[in-house]
């Protein structure tokens, strides 16, 4: 008979994010077709009774777990890969795959990005997939939001630091106004308020942000919570740091969907190089827990060693 | 692409540079040795000329330039002189910095240009400006015509020849729609335009012809008080499909108005006098039965006639 903590160590081990290959070595490894037996027995999450006296595999649990024993060679293959495919893949699996949560992904590489990493993203989005990636966004996404996304995927922004703080407090006036007006018409079928969001440089839009609190008391974000992808938007632009420890927060709980999990890869990923000491201290400022710790606790096996080797580089 | 500049193969830039200052010296300006000096000589070899300059008597040639002449010669010289990518950036300033943008030049800068010279001029527009060129676009127009006009600067279009035959003719029946319906703030027109490789959309464009017996502009026809944003679609579409035709139309019509339009003429003459102006001539010749040579010297005079002939291909 399987150990009690040795049961319940296997059905960790295939829990979580990832594998914990060593686990399922030396302790699967060395059990006997009776431990095995009680194990699956003892699993009905895993494995089902037959009706012809078996307890069967879930198809759908072997399916999970294929893709948790591939959280790992994933993370490492994207970690390669040069940042320009990293992000015009990440875009165009985005497109492909739909749902909601493709379009923040889009907002994220669009908005996250400095201009000459977006423009080099687009390069090598025209070699993977002979079309631009404009062209692929406005022909997969319609309606409001693609007025949105195609501009940001567009953009080119200025990146020095220059700004006009005049056209900035102008420019946030009509952002409060716009907002304020949110009953009569959508902020993002608003000109305007797209004009702003993805045509000027990122120093205006934090000066922006600066006079919209100054003018309304209240952060512009906070106010377009019935806007997600607006709101996703002036995150990525003015509080990166911020945008991504919630969405590592959520990739990190327990039960989400498979593609939420996707995020604390890309996440991690795409950031190791760039703000990760910034991020690691904003995630504990907002969720007073290390992200190495949750990380320790969320993840498995290479996968979880792979992750915290990455956030751990630069301190 | 025949260019009409006539440049020699090799110059001496402190030559250049010497004898410039040579022209300048004294009370008068020496135009005729500016002219034949600056009117042969490529993109390359003037940046030469202006780092020679530069070396040699601690001093910007532009500001000298600027300085030293006047008016139409000035003003054609001047946009001779900057690099091409930080010409076509002050082409696409001055044309939204007017009362009403003058939509044709950013449309021909977005649409003619291929996508790498395009990024070229945003980033010298960056550069020049401190801002983007199409937060500048975007802040000086409204409604549809800053969509579209957004969506030209902005896009990074695949520049590969491959081309879906499904797509072109499903996209061309959206654009014959769109045409018959007279919705031209059709989102899809716009995104169609503003996103699509060129060789698809000229693919789209020959399918609109072979399905309706009439090319897509000439269905697009205007009168004059059809809205701005019909004439901006009309000419991004000639602009994709026939630059040579677009810019013989322009000069055609910047020689014919009552009083010469110089901007158009300058600009036209400046801009393609290394790449293709030979070729624009041609089509002007069979068009006019006139060359566009005579045209020029009958309707311009003094030095800026002299500098626009000289790029044109004129033998000293």
Known sequence: MALPNELEALTEAFSGHGIHEQALVSILGKWHPEERKSFRKGSPHFFVEDERNFERWDDHHVRLLKHEFMRFKNAVVLWTMHPWERDARLAKEALIKKGPQSHGILIEIACTRSAEELLGARRAYHSLFDHSLEEDVAHHIHGSERKLLVALVSAY????????????KFEAKTLVNAIKDAN?????????????????????????????????GKNIDEDLDADLRLKETVQCICTPQKYFSQVLNTALKRDVDKKTKKALTRVIVTRADTDMKEIKEEY???????????????????YKDFLLTLIARGG | MAASLVAPDTHS???????????????GTDEKAIISILGHRNAVQRQQIRQAYEELYQEDLIKRLESE??????????????????????????????????YHVIIEISCILSPEDLLAVRR?????????????????????????????????????????????????????????DKAFNHEEVIRILSTRSKAQLIASFNRYRDEHGISITKNLLVDSDEGTLQKAL??????????????EKTVRNAIKENGTDEDALTRVIV?????????????????NSVSLDHAVAKETSGDYKAFLLTLLGKED
């Open chain 1, 284 to 302: 504990n400022k907002l969720y007073g827990v290390s992200l190495s710790k949750k990380i320790e606790d969320t993840a498995n096996g290479n």
């Open chain 2, 69 to 102: 002449l006047s008016g139409d010669f000035e003003k054609a010289v001047y946009r001779w002189i900057l690099d091409p990518a930080d010409r076509d950036a002050v082409l696409a300033n001055v044309a939204i910095k007017k009362a009403e943008t003058d």
């Open chain 2, 13 to 27: 830039p402190m030559e250049d540079a010497e004898a410039l200052r040579k022209a300048f010296k004294g009370w």
């Open chain 1, 157 to 168: 922004r200025y990146e020095g630091s220059k700004v006009n703080d005049d056209a900035a």
């Open chain 2, 124 to 180: 010298a527009y960056h550069c020049r400006y401190k801002r983007s060129l199409e937060e500048d676009v975007a802040a000086h127009t409204s409604g549809d015509l800053r969509k579209l006009l957004v969506a030209l600067v902005t896009a990074y279009r695949y520049a590969g020849h491959e081309i879906n035959e499904r797509l072109a003719k499903s996209e061309a029946d959206i654009l014959n729609d769109a045409i018959k």
């Open chain 2, 271 to 287: 801009t393609r006098a290394e790449r293709d102006l030979k070729d624009i001539k041609e089509l002007y010749y069979q068009r």
């Open chain 1, 184 to 216: 009569k018409r959508k902020p993002i079928d608003d000109e305007e308020v797209i004009r702003v969001l993805t045509t000027r440089s990122k120093p205006h839009l934090q000066a922006i942000y600066k006079h919209y609190k100054e003018i309304s």
């Open chain 2, 234 to 247: 009309h000419a991004a579409i000639r602009c994709i499909n026939d630059p040579r035709k677009y810019f």
